[in-house]
Nanobody, 121 residues
Framework: QVHVVETGGGSVQSGESLRLSCTVS????????LCWYRQAPGKQRELVAT????????EYGDSVKGRFTLTRDGAKNTVYLQKNDLKPTDTDVYYC??????????????WGQGTQVTVSS
C-alpha cells in the first residue's frame, strides 16, 4: 500500500524557520506531483506549493513565494518544504498530497495525516 507521512511540524517564533518532510512509501513506480497544502480550522485547504516530480519544477502560492522552497530526495521519495521567515499567519496544519502515483498496489492520489505548524509573534 502507498503511505504518505509528513514530519517536521512544531512551534516557532515569528521570523524563524522550519523544514517539513513528506515521504511516500510503498512499491512506487512513479509520482506525478507532490503538493503541500495548509488548512486552518473552519477554512478550506489551501495549496501552498507543488513539485512536478519528473520535471523537478516547482510552483508556489503567492502568500509563500520567496519564503518557502521545495527540494526533493528522489532516492527516498521524499520532498522537503523549507519554510523561512515564518509569520503567525503561517500557523496551520500542513498536508502533503502525492498525486498521480503509479504503484504496485492501486495507485492514485494519497494524503498524509498532516503536521501542525504554530508560529507565535
Amino acid at each position: 500500500q502507498v503511505h504518505v507521512v509528513e514530519t517536521g511540524g512544531g512551534s516557532v517564533q515569528s521570523g524563524e524557520s522550519l523544514r517539513l518532510s513528506c515521504t511516500v512509501s510503498g512499491t512506487i513506480f512513479g509520482i506525478a506531483l507532490l503538493c503541500w497544502y495548509r488548512q486552518a480550522p473552519g477554512k478550506q485547504r489551501e495549496l501552498v506549493a507543488t513539485l512536478n516530480w519528473n520535471r523537478g519544477s516547482t510552483e508556489y502560492g503567492d502568500s509563500v513565494k520567496g519564503r518557502f522552497t521545495l527540494t526533493r530526495d528522489g532516492a527516498k521519495n521524499t520532498v522537503y518544504l523549507q519554510k523561512n521567515d515564518l509569520k503567525p499567519t503561517d500557523t496551520d496544519v500542513y498536508y502533503c498530497k502525492a498525486a498521480g502515483v503509479v504503484a504496485a498496489s492501486p495507485g492514485g492520489n494519497f494524503w498524509g495525516q498532516g503536521t501542525q505548524v504554530t508560529v507565535s509573534s
